[in-house]
């Protein structure tokens, strides 16, 4: 095996480091108590290893930081904005570009003009935000993906595919007038990051052309969504990922990006399009909230590091470590025994923590269980993606369980070593070790909206 060892170096090296502290069990069983068992309610001074998210918290190359210093910060118009617009417009091929502060502001310009009462979103699956985005103007967000997608152990190449035959149900039976746009999350967060193929991009380009539906691609993801389809859709293997992401987002009618993602910056975010009068109903939405239209909430500096970022992300180098790497941590689990949803997406690895602690019941929340464990044996912050995050209450005040209870290890990008990530595993033992004595959560306090963020737990 030759090339074993370089499919798993880092491609850069450090020139600047990040102090982190490391803390006794002792302490971590503490603060975590004090945080209510809720890890984002833990000061990230208090974290070892970072796996709350992948948003935002990549590190910058020399180049961005380069670009950092020759940000133009003029109100309008500025060289910097004219750096992001050219090589958005050169990415997208669509000509109205638009910045803004981040992913879910792009969603409330283009989701507040779509959206409505009556009005219907279709996509494979709606990320929390999209959905809150499209839920707050009062129309409805509808899930599909394909069934067989929905097992966490099935073996399938695209499992974040939208189910073209659901769409066309769904079409017939609220009728193409009612539908605002379909949406397409490239790669899917929200089910396990896993990827959507060309082909079914292209199929329902055809649909939405057939009834004269919006396309909307949710594009944060682009590049890692690219990766897969050169290595596992037969027709683009010889085709760079730069040029696989140009095409799919030539097939949409608009694109949102946060660009916490691969545009690899800390803050940022994009909506582009094809059509002038829907431009002009975002710019104007736009300005009311985010700024100009040559800056949308964002510093020159920091427009001038995502062209960089936008650009950086499609090295083959990197991204062949990037989509290696998290696959590195997801492999090396799955082959401990512990379950984790399959195969390992592009930026996370989501554990099955229903599965690895059986003995909890779901109204115990074994996700919290796990993710606050992994942080008392090992510093390691995650989030809990289950009951606590999507559970609701029925009129008796029984919990609806969620449909899986997952754990989300992130990984942020260019930050942690392959020696960081061998710690995560070894950490995994101890919780391998101790998973028959650890108990179950309740909750003692929850907010009406969004609990996880704020909700405390005390142990059972
Ligand atoms: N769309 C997708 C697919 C996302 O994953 C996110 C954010 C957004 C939109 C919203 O973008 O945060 O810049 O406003 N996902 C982060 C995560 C928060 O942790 O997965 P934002």
Same mark, same amino acid.
Request: hydrophobic content about 40%; proline content about 3%; charged content about 25%.
């Given at each position: 095996?030759?090339?074993?060892?370089?499919?798993? @170096?880092?491609?850069?090296?450090?020139?600047?480091?990040?102090?982190?502290?490391?803390? @006794?069990?002792?302490?971590?069983?503490?603060?975590?108590?004090?945080?209510?068992?809720?890890?984002? %309610?833990?000061?990230?001074?208090?974290?070892?290893?970072?796996?709350?998210?992948?948003? +935002? *918290?990549?590190?910058?190359?020399?180049?961005?930081?380069?670009?950092?210093?020759?940000?133009?910060?003029?109100?309008?118009?500025?060289?910097?904005?004219?750096?992001?617009?050219?090589?958005?417009?050169?990415?997208?091929?669509?000509?109205?570009?638009?910045?803004?502060?981040?992913?879910?502001?792009?969603?409330?310009?283009?989701?507040?003009?779509?959206?409505?009462?009556?009005?219907?979103? !279709? =996509?494979?699956?709606?990320?929390?935000? *999209?959905?809150?985005?499209?839920?707050?103007?009062?129309?409805?967000? /509808?899930?599909?993906?394909?069934?067989?997608?929905?097992?966490?152990?099935?073996?399938?190449?695209?499992?974040?595919?939208?189910? #073209?035959?659901?769409?066309?149900? %769904? !079409?017939?039976?609220?009728?193409?007038?009612?539908?605002?746009?379909?949406?397409?999350?490239?790669?899917?967060?929200? =089910? +396990?990051?896993?990827?959507?193929?060309?082909?079914?991009?292209?199929?329902?380009?055809?649909?939405?052309?057939?009834?004269? #539906?919006?396309?909307?691609?949710?594009?944060?993801?682009?590049?890692?969504?690219?990766?897969?389809?050169?290595?596992?859709?037969?027709?683009?293997?010889?085709?760079?990922?730069?040029?696989?992401?140009?095409?799919?987002?030539?097939?949409?009618?608009?694109? /949102?990006? =946060?660009?916490?993602?691969?545009?690899?910056?800390?803050?940022?975010?994009?909506?582009?399009?094809?059509?002038?009068?829907?431009?002009?109903?975002?710019?104007?939405?736009?300005?009311?909230?985010?700024?100009?239209? @040559?800056?949308?909430?964002?510093?020159?500096?920091?427009?001038?590091?995502?062209?960089?970022?936008?650009?950086?992300?499609?090295?083959?180098?990197? %991204?062949?470590?990037?989509?290696?790497? *998290?696959?590195?941590?997801?492999?090396?689990?799955?082959?401990?025994? !512990?379950?984790?949803?399959?195969?390992?997406?592009?930026?996370?690895?989501? !554990?099955?923590?229903?599965?690895?602690?059986?003995?909890?019941?779901?109204?115990?929340?074994?996700?919290?269980?796990?993710?606050?464990?992994?942080?008392?044996?090992?510093?390691?912050?995650?989030?809990?993606?289950?009951?606590?995050?999507?559970?609701?209450?029925?009129?008796?005040?029984?919990?609806?369980?969620?449909?899986?209870?997952?754990?989300?290890?992130?990984?942020?990008?260019?930050?942690? *070593?392959? =020696?960081?990530?061998?710690?995560?595993?070894?950490?995994?033992?101890?919780? %391998?070790? #101790?998973?028959?004595?650890?108990?179950?959560?309740?909750?003692?306090?929850?907010?009406?909206? #969004?609990?996880?963020?704020?909700?405390?737990?005390?142990?059972?």
């Amino acid at each position: 095996m030759k090339n074993k060892l370089r499919t798993l @170096t880092e491609p850069f090296r450090i020139k600047m480091v990040e102090p982190l502290k490391i803390t @006794t069990e002792e302490f971590r069983v503490s603060t975590l108590k004090n945080a209510g068992y809720n890890p984002f %309610l833990l000061r990230s001074s208090d974290v070892f290893i970072d796996l709350l998210t992948d948003s +935002g *918290t990549g590190a910058m190359s020399d180049k961005q930081w380069a670009g950092i210093m020759i940000g133009d910060e003029s109100y309008a118009g500025a060289r910097s904005w004219e750096h992001l617009e050219a090589v958005v417009k050169e990415l997208t091929g669509m000509k109205y570009i638009l910045p803004t502060h981040q992913g879910r502001a792009a969603e409330r310009i283009l989701y507040g003009i779509l959206g409505g009462p009556d009005k219907i979103f !279709i =996509s494979n699956t709606h990320f929390d935000t *999209t959905r809150a985005n499209i839920e707050f103007t009062g129309a409805t967000a /509808i899930d599909i993906i394909y069934d067989e997608a929905k097992d966490p152990e099935v073996d399938l190449p695209f499992k974040g595919n939208i189910d #073209l035959g659901k769409l066309k149900s %769904l !079409i017939t039976k609220h009728g193409k007038e009612n539908i605002a746009a379909v949406i397409i999350t490239v790669t899917n967060n929200s =089910s +396990g990051g896993q990827p959507v193929s060309m082909q079914n991009v292209k199929e329902l380009r055809k649909i939405c052309d057939e009834h004269q #539906l919006l396309l909307v691609i949710d594009g944060c993801r682009i590049a890692e969504n690219a990766y897969f389809i050169k290595h596992r859709e037969e027709a683009y293997k010889d085709k760079s990922y730069e040029d696989i992401a140009k095409e799919m987002l030539r097939l949409g009618d608009a694109f /949102i990006m =946060s660009a916490k993602k691969d545009g690899m910056v800390n803050i940022g975010g994009l909506l582009t399009m094809k059509d002038e009068a829907l431009s002009l109903k975002c710019k104007n939405q736009l300005i009311i909230s985010e700024g100009f239209t @040559t800056y949308g909430g964002l510093a020159g500096r920091d427009m001038e590091a995502l062209a960089i970022g936008l650009t950086e992300v499609f090295d083959a180098d990197y %991204l062949h470590y990037r989509i290696r790497s *998290t696959a590195y941590l997801g492999e090396n689990l799955r082959a401990k025994g !512990i379950p984790v949803v399959w195969p390992i997406g592009g930026h996370a690895v989501y !554990i099955d923590a229903k599965k690895l602690y059986s003995h909890i019941p779901v109204e115990e929340f074994p996700g919290q269980v796990l993710a606050c464990d992994l942080y008392v044996k090992g510093g390691i912050r995650c989030c809990e993606v289950g009951s606590v995050m999507f559970g609701k209450y029925d009129e008796n005040n029984k919990l609806i369980a969620a449909e899986n209870e997952l754990v989300r290890l992130a990984i942020p990008r260019r930050v942690y *070593t392959q =020696s960081h990530i061998d710690y995560v595993l070894d950490v995994f033992d101890d919780i %391998l070790e #101790l998973k028959e004595q650890t108990k179950g959560f309740h909750i003692t306090y929850e907010p009406p909206f #969004l609990r996880h963020f704020t909700a405390r737990f005390e142990k059972n």
